[in-house]
């Protein structure tokens, strides 16, 4: 049975349907060959070549796997960095005739919940603008919001890349000048919540993931550390994209 090549490699886990589209049309991607076009289809026969790279049918299936990941502050997303900093791909575990693929990025000075998986069409799915999954973010923050900032947060705030707002924002506590608060939002546009925070003359000065759609960052994963997700947790995260 055939399948659109971005969807095949996705689902071998050489990066997110999209990221694979744009392969295509840079033209790093041969079948059998010739350079590979969008609408391509192949059913593994194939000869497929990835920047002159063979990509091999693995000799036996092997299960998509996912999992947690605590993000520590410090760290990138990317695979490798030209400033030589330390990337999350160096904490995780080594995957057999598969890569991990994350599920949207936390930037450099932020922490907490970051999902990565070896399916990449989960990994399309999850990020996927249409899914609108809801992440959870602990903020503090050096300065005070009024009520009236609050509001404001809610109902939108226009950004440079146009209007954002949280679905939620509630205050925790405070501690001298600085105030904490839990946020939730629906998208990942670019430095979100710093941003929005930014528009209010708050500056974020912690900000912690502790949320991706359904699934919640456990206590008991420490930073630097991860953890597979159970098959009741698999069945959440892709019962909120079905």
């Known amino acids: ?16 349907r999209r990221e694979i589209e744009k392969w295509i049309t840079e033209g790093r991607i041969s079948v059998d060959g010739e350079v590979a076009e969008l609408g391509c ?37 990317t695979r490798t960095d030209p400033q030589g900093r330390k990337t999350v791909y160096h904490s995780l575990p080594k995957v057999l005739n598969a890569r991990w693929v ?5 930037d450099f000075n932020t922490s907490g919940l970051l999902l990565l998986t070896t399916d990449g069409e989960l990994a399309n ?18 300065g005070e919001l009024s009520d009236e900032q609050l509001t404001a947060l ?8 146009g209007k954002a707002k949280f679905d939620a924002i509630d205050f925790t506590e405070g501690k001298g000048a600085n105030r904490s608060y839990v946020v939730v939002v629906s998208e990942g546009r670019n430095r979100i919540i710093r941003r929005m925070f930014e528009a209010m003359d708050c500056r974020v000065n912690r900000l ?33 994209v079905a």
């Open 1 to 16: 049975m055939s399948e659109r090549l971005q969807k095949y490699l996705a689902n071998k886990g050489l990066g997110s």
């Open 41 to 77: 289809k192949v059913d593994g026969s194939e000869n497929i070549q990835v920047d002159g790279r063979l990509i091999r049918q693995p000799k036996r299936e092997t299960k998509p796997r996912t999992i947690i990941y605590h993000k520590p502050p410090g760290e990138i997303c």
């Open 102 to 106: 994350s599920v949207g990025r936390l």
């Open 125 to 142: 799915q999850l990020m996927h603008p249409s899914s609108e999954l809801q992440r959870e973010y602990a903020v503090r923050a050096f």
């Open 154 to 161: 809610k109902t939108g705030v226009e950004l440079d890349d």
């Open 208 to 240: 912690m993931r502790v949320r991706y759609g359904p699934i919640s960052l456990p206590r008991d994963v420490r930073p630097g550390k991860y953890r597979e997700l159970t098959d009741k947790e698999m069945s959440r995260l892709r019962a909120a």
